[in-house]
């Protein structure tokens, strides 16, 4: 997939607008979703989200949305299902919501993240937590994303409860700096900030590619795994393009370049360099052992099961989607900070990730059937979860189609030019 | 910080009451129906309060919407003029899942004024019409069980009594739905036989017009000879009983939408489309609203009135007595789903396709607002006029004058 036309055209003019939380909006709409004028802004939040819904909205507009459709989503609502709803409730996707993901079509998407209650639902019976997914719903949107027929992004708000946990006392403010440092809020222009530091990824993207690599070696204290790479594997980092050109960043922050492995080849062991939030567990010290592309073997200090109940989710659950690099720049990882929130912590260092292949970085292959998928090495499964295997003593070496190792980071620090 | 564990847990299990009453005596929920919960996203506690009861009164599948005022305004100040009046394809598709299902509204409006220094008549236009036409004929064909109810907020409590008492809004509302009776639901089933045997005499006397006079006010409203007087225990086509206001201290029919003359002031403020409106006057002529006077807002009710060639004439007469719990209370609640239980209270546009026997709706009113408004007050006379002409008193001071 080209990347050249990639353009975060966004001019934020910042007349009075002292407000953090307006900036932080402008930033989500014109940057992350690059809404266009004429375009429907869909907002998906959680109720504890609303300042920051409010503050899309009113970004929405400003940028010329034709309509900002929000959406709160309560996790309230479906504890209430998971807890006292009957069986066939859990899996239900009114017809409604289904043509709401549908008219995502050709529109621009913004997402909120950032549990106010991770805990809430810890007590219930898992079983029926793990059930409880609108399938149809989740599917049309993921098929749009795929099909790159959206202009999305994910941004996350801080809430005590999600403080709490980072910080062990609800200091909003602190989760606040935090966030805002990640997402370049702090620059005196972000938006310029931003344009600056996604050019810099694509660079980095286009250097991978230059090198048609064949495999990804990682080497460091308890890891030694290479993983190999597709003929169609492409390197992306600093936003995707949709189909019709409009360049847009998923995730704020985002401080990664990632390509699809081939999922039939993956070999050695890794041991994850940062905790894993997994549904409300933390995984800690997690070691894997790979052979012909599967992880035969799970090992950690806390959580090994959440991994390993993850892992049986599916048959194919226990191979490779994504190999992300993220040097020691990263204003994630500089902060030092375990956000439990994949959005902030895959941001951190390096990651890989068990499940589904994301296929924006294997543009070819986007719109196979499953099968032909996994016939041409990229995964298909129910589950994606990225992990942490980076850090100053991991070594990352790209392997090229004739055996030689080019050095990429050393000491998180990136090697080519 | 010291934390009063008995009235946090009274207050939780208030709050559980509530719901509960809302879900099984408001909108009755049927074992196996899917609900609709559409609330305003300040009211997230009690619509979760709803989830938890309607999945215990066997509920299918509850789906909450929550609206969002801010993000309605930041369309009114910011968005384009097609934004106003769109209704997404998805709002259509949920509305009409509502056939056959039962559906909750909660009122009481964290900031009433919020829309205050808008563009009124933005303001007015701003409808999801279509949306507004599919809920109208649900009620039409009457198939949603549906009921409103309020939520106590601090924005609320402190527009009703100037500081966010919002203990006291509760305590207001837990008297005026029941809820503070050893058994809300007979108590329920007691209030609304009553009303529906005052709605029998008036029912029995074949008025042909209701007569209004007192300060500011001689106006007359013609009856249709097919439309009852009926309390608010309304049924759906397949006969499912439910109540869907709760409040509800009226009893209503539906008048001749071509025969309403003179002029008519509201006696309460009128909290429309997030603004307060003070001192309405209305000058009717054919049944037909032909002037607006306001102290405040009148460009709101203006800009309603217009919204459709029938919003300007009735659709609703409703009679309320000084017995009421609402009225009891002597506050003006700035909700009209509370304010219009007060007192006497008419409604421009829609009519009520419940009052008409045999699904007969020749000669109601259809349009896509309906703005109830107080009218009642001690000084208000109202009368029943029979086909020849005679005067019959229904209300003085506030008085019930029928035989009940």
Known sequence: MSL??????????????????DAYADLVVRVGANLQPGQTLFVNAAPEHVDLARAIARAGYRAGAAFVDVRYVDPHVRRAMIERGPDEALTASPDWQVLRSKSLDGNALAMIAGEAEPELLAD????????????????????????????WTIAAYPTPGWAEQVFGEPDVDRLWDAIAQSVRL?????????????ARLRARCAQLDALQLDGIHFSGPGTDLTIGLLPESRWVGGGIDTKDGIGHVPNLPTEEVFTTPDARRAEGTVRSTRPLALGGTVVRDLEMTFAGGEIVDVKASSGADAVRGQLATDEHAK????VALVDGESRVGRQGITFL????????????????????????????PPDELRERGANVSSVHTDFMVGGPEVSVDGVTRDGKRVPILREDVWQLT | MAVDVETDVKAKNRLERYAELAVRVGANVEEGQTVFINAQIEHAPLARALTRAAYSAGARYVDVTYRDQHVRKAMIELGPDEALTHTPEWQKERGEAHNGAASIWTTGDPEPQLLGDLDGERVGRAQMKELIEISRRQMVDRVVNWSGVAFPNEGWATEVFGEPDVERLWEAVAFCTRLDEDDPVAAWREHMSRLDSRAEKLNESEFDAIHYRGPGTDFTIGLLPHARWMSALFHTASGRPYVPNMPTEEIFTTPDPTRAEGTISSSLPLALLGEIIKGLTF??????????????????????????????????????????????????????????????HIAYGFGIPEVFEDDMYDGMNISTVHTDFMVGRPELEVDGVTKDGKSVPILRDETWQLAE
Not at chain 1, 126 to 142: D, F, H, K, Y
Not at chain 1, 186 to 198: G, Q
């Open chain 1, 319 to 322: 191979r490779l989607g994504e």
């Open chain 1, 4 to 21: 050249s036309t990639l353009d975060i055209d966004a001019s934020i003019v910042y007349p009075r607008m002292t407000d953090r939380l």
């Open chain 2, 283 to 344: 000058t009717v002529r054919d049944g037909r609203i032909v002037n607006v006077d306001a102290e405040q807002g009148a460009e709101i009710v203006r800009s309603q009135i217009a919204s459709d060639e029938n919003a300007a004439r009735f659709g609703e007469i409703a009679l309320v007595d000084g017995t009421s719990r609402v009225g009891k209370t002597g506050i003006t609640f700035f909700d009209t789903l509370y304010d219009e239980n007060a007192t006497c």
């Open chain 1, 186 to 198: 702090d620059e005196e222009d972000p938006v310029a900030a931003w344009r600056e530091h996604t």
């Open chain 1, 124 to 151: 219930l019976d898992q079983e029926r937590v793990g059930r409880a997914r609108q399938v149809a719903v989740m599917e049309s949107t993921l098929k749009l994303q795929n099909a790159r027929a959206i202009n």
């Open chain 1, 341 to 368: 929130n994949t959005l902030f912590d895959e941001n951190a260092t390096c990651h890989i990730a068990y499940g589904s292949a994301v296929l924006f970085s294997a543009p070819e292959l986007a719109g196979l």
